[in-house]
């Protein structure tokens, strides 16, 4: 049976996710802010408080988890988060003598902020509709709550983005249920927003393939540990 879609919920989610982004964004209301890992944070609380919000206002039941399938938070957190971060990290000292584990961690947060809505709230709601209008649905809201609508080639780069990471960090999801874990492929991306250049594009593919690997070697032991086959 096909969940119903709480369309209310949905629009109490988006309203508030984008008057925050227009707060943070659009205003000089974090101009008073010193702390930048702070300021970079709030910009993406919107998604997150919007969820909890319509979450709460409409008593909804959502599977919201950090660790999803996995046993624990650990194994998410050290394979999605640790990983990325002092590699990226290691590898920015090696080239240019900085080790910024700080922001690191402040843009996995920031990923994180943002899938609490995106992913642990909208794809939820929208998971009885077909794949394909799921994923529209999402990348279009996910693309105009950014509040950039200029028709420039770079911006038209930035949706077709969106739109493939609406699939792929969906399939993320929908493997691992582990908000931690889309938080970490998220926030490959707001990594890199300087520009890919090889190292860039080689942590990428690195971090990458070492995910998928990682998810679909859980998932098959963990398929076979709960039905073994008799020999």
């Known amino acids: ?55 709460k206002i409409f008593s909804l039941e959502n599977p919201m988890s950090l660790k999803g ?19 990226i990290a290691g590898t920015y000292y090696f080239l240019k003598g900085k080790f910024p584990i700080l922001l690191m961690f402040t843009v996995l947060a920031y990923g994180l902020l943002e899938e609490i809505g995106w992913r642990g709230f ?14 529209l649905i999402i990348a279009l809201l996910w ?3 950014h509040l950039n609508f200029e028709t420039t080639p770079s911006n038209m780069v930035f949706l077709g983005i969106i739109f493939f990471g609406s699939w792929g960090i969906g399939k993320v999801y929908s493997s691992t249920g582990s908000l931690l874990a889309v938080a970490g492929v998220h926030s490959l991306n707001n990594f890199f927003r300087n520009g890919l250049h090889d190292t860039e594009l080689t942590l990428i593919v690195t971090l990458l393939i070492i995910w998928v690997g ?9 398929k076979k540990a709960l039905n073994p086959i008799a020999e």
């Open 122 to 135: 909208l794809q939820e709601q929208l998971k009885s509709l077909p794949k394909f209008t799921s994923i």
């Open 1 to 55: 049976m096909k969940t119903k879609i709480n369309f209310g919920a949905i629009i109490v989610y988006y309203v508030i996710a984008v008057i925050c982004r227009y707060a943070a964004v659009k205003t000089n209301l974090l101009s008073g802010i010193e702390n930048p890992y702070l300021a970079i944070l709030l910009r993406g609380v919107g998604p997150a408080l919007g969820a909890l919000v319509a979450i």
């Open 143 to 145: 693309f105009a709550w």
């Open 214 to 222: 990682f998810i679909i070697i859980y998932n098959r032991r963990n």
């Open 69 to 87: 399938v996995y046993k624990n938070a650990i194994v998410p957190f050290a394979v999605y988060w640790l990983l990325p971060a002092f590699l």
